[in-house]
């Protein structure tokens, strides 16, 4: 019961960290897995889901990151 409940919740935090925050669900998608596995479930679509989603949050972290810089570098490079 214990570990069906892990699995559908490593599920369900995978699928919102496709969208949204995948930075902060993915790993706790992938912390579900390994506690639903430990007790015995499978929970591959969990595992799979939260990887997709750190990598896609950390992509994105990146992305602002460059963004931000590349932002406040052409601000001081201009001329009032």
């Keep these: 019961m214990e570990a069906d409940k892990a699995s559908q919740l490593s599920l369900v935090f995978g699928i919102i960290g496709l969208f949204f925050f995948g930075i ?6 992938l912390v579900q897995a390994s506690k639903a596995e430990r007790l ?3 929970a591959t679509a969990g595992r799979i889901l939260g990887w997709i989603g750190t990598v896609f949050g950390v992509l994105g972290l990146i992305w602002f990151v460059f963004i931000m810089i590349a932002f406040f570098s052409a601000l001081a490079s201009y001329s009032y």
């Design 40 to 42: 015995g479930s499978a």
């Design 24 to 29: 902060v669900f993915g790993p706790l998608a």
